[in-house]
């Protein structure tokens, strides 16, 4: 496969914030790495700066072990099984949903969760000195409530002792109890600025990744000048409840961050696979007609073209080429066959894999069946 990002520049990195989804931009952080793809800035919102700190660190391998290793009772003072029941809505009995309402006034009543949990892992996790003296500048968002305004930190000015404070500000969700930091009160940094390009392209960096949680919060306004670039690595899957701190949840997440990175690292074709393209668009109509000749023979060139195709294309949603009509195809037939789509596969390997598993399955209902019928 061929590399997609030029391995000789250097990249910044903006983190969206997002909660419990952030073990996608570890997952994608892995990738980055394993193609070479070198950066010296990074830029977080809430959890974006817990995980730019690791990046300033250069520990992924820790930041792969936290995140995979997950649990609601490290970020918030819970009880594991019993977020875990909530999160799955699996609420066994009346007197548990009672027990659970109960928590919740509690939550309420003193403010939001108790995330003192937190505040120790930052500090367990978290090498001071190392990130002042790394080789990656670290901008840290938040909002500063008792100022009124939105501050954009440089890691290398904090005072000493001061860094760990403004990561938990960062991540002060609104959710989550706010207690004074050094006698003043923040609120999570995608308040304003959710998606920190800003600071990125405020210093200028000019080269930039942005790693997508689609988090809550507010996206800022910003100029993108002629001279930059932004590649942005965004999953099309659902990442699961920004409170949902499940490993189960988090490693999904990690998995995925890892290969959507690769689609973006190796300009992989699909949505939901990730698939290397080989076939031109000559290739793919050649294939798409032998798919049609195999279901429903006999008909004309013409209905093939002004009718078959054209209804699949609008049962697919698909309105590009040829090419993109066999992906979106491949797609829709590997999901009803439950192919797994975290490997790489090239196009022709995929379409093998798929009409193999139809002449052998047979199902009832699926996409070469609803060809059938056009």
Known sequence: MELKLDPNKTYAIALEGGGARGAYQVGAWRALEEAGIRYNAVSGSSVGSLNGAMMAMHAREEAEKLWTNIRFSQIMN???????RLMKRDVRSFSELKALLKEARDVVK???????????????????????QSDVELFIMTYSLSDRKELELNARALQPGELPD????????????????????????GVQDVLPLHALLSHGYRD?????????????????PKNAGIITISPNADLGNVLNFDQEQSRANLRLGYYDAQRVLYGLRGKTYYIEKTFDEARAYQELSAMMRSTAPGFSLRKLN????????????????????????????????????FCIVTDEALLALVCERYHIKKPKAGILRHLARL
């Open 110 to 132: 003193e403010g939001g969760f108790d995330i003192e949990p937190l505040r120790r892992m930052i500090a367990q996790v978290v090498d001071e000195e190392k990130i002042r």
């Open 306 to 341: 002004e009718k078959l195709l054209h209804d699949l294309g609008k049962e697919l949603g698909e309105k590009g080429d040829y090419y993109d009509l066999l992906i979106a195809y491949l797609e829709k037939a590997a999901g009803e066959l439950a192919i797994d789509p």
């Open 78 to 84: 819970v009880d594991d099984a019993m977020m875990q």
């Open 166 to 189: 403004m990561l938990l500000a960062s991540a002060y969700f609104p959710a989550f109890k706010n207690e004074r930091l050094g006698g003043k009160r923040y609120a999570d940094g």
């Open 208 to 224: 930039i990744i942005a790693i997508r949680l689609h988090g809550v919060g507010f996206e800022r306004r910003v100029r993108i």
